[in-house]
């Protein structure tokens, strides 16, 4: 079942993800940071979003953002290279986050199109709070006008607040099955 799981998926978010987990990573955060190959962290510029990001043990990436304005988004992005969904069911994702004050954060799958994008929104927002918690969202594949089956690229974001906050992202999977 895990080879089935991997067709779906690029290597390198795999590969990400490991580095994520066995590494330490620290940076300052802008409005446009490369973290590692294929992940990210950008905003609205407007937000004046500064702070740091790091990725220690036990905890894939704790970001400590502060906005200085106000803006319309921040988020992170996770390229999951092109792929092929037609023989798959569901596309998902399982995580494990807290926060220090409770917030939102609004799990996306955008695929690349020769018109430039198109954006499926998971069903659940990801509620983090100050106890450890999981959530689990997967999203039917067939018959979906905002998910095609053949993408060039994709990329699973996840919106953040546009206001100041701390935020751990303690595991990350995605499947594809």
């Known amino acids: 079942m895990a080879e089935n799981i991997a067709t779906g998926l690029d290597a390198q978010v795999n590969h990400t993800l490991a580095v994520l987990r066995d590494s330490v990573i620290k940076g300052d955060i802008g409005h446009e940071n ?3 190959p294929g992940l990210s962290l950008r905003s609205d510029m407007a937000l004046q979003a500064s702070g740091r990001y790091i990725s220690q ?6 970001l400590d953002v502060t906005t200085q304005a106000q803006g319309d988004w921040m988020a992170l992005h996770l390229s999951l290279g ?13 995580c494990r986050t807290a926060a ?4 939102i954060v609004q799990p996306c799958l955008r695929s690349g199109t020769e018109e430039g994008f198109v954006d499926c929104f998971f069903d659940k927002h990801i509620l983090a709070t100050p106890e450890e ?6 999203l039917p594949i067939h018959n979906r006008s905002n998910l095609p089956l053949h993408a060039p690229w994709r990329e699973l974001i996840m919106f953040l607040p546009v206001h100041s906050f701390r935020w751990s992202l303690h595991d990350l999977r995605i499947f594809v099955v």
């Open 34 to 36: 490369g973290i590692l």
């Open 57 to 62: 043990e036990g905890r894939l990436l704790t």
């Open 82 to 94: 092109g792929s092929d969904y037609t023989p798959h069911g569901f596309v998902g994702l399982a």
């Open 100 to 103: 220090p004050e409770p917030i």
């Open 133 to 138: 918690a999981s959530h689990l969202d997967a």
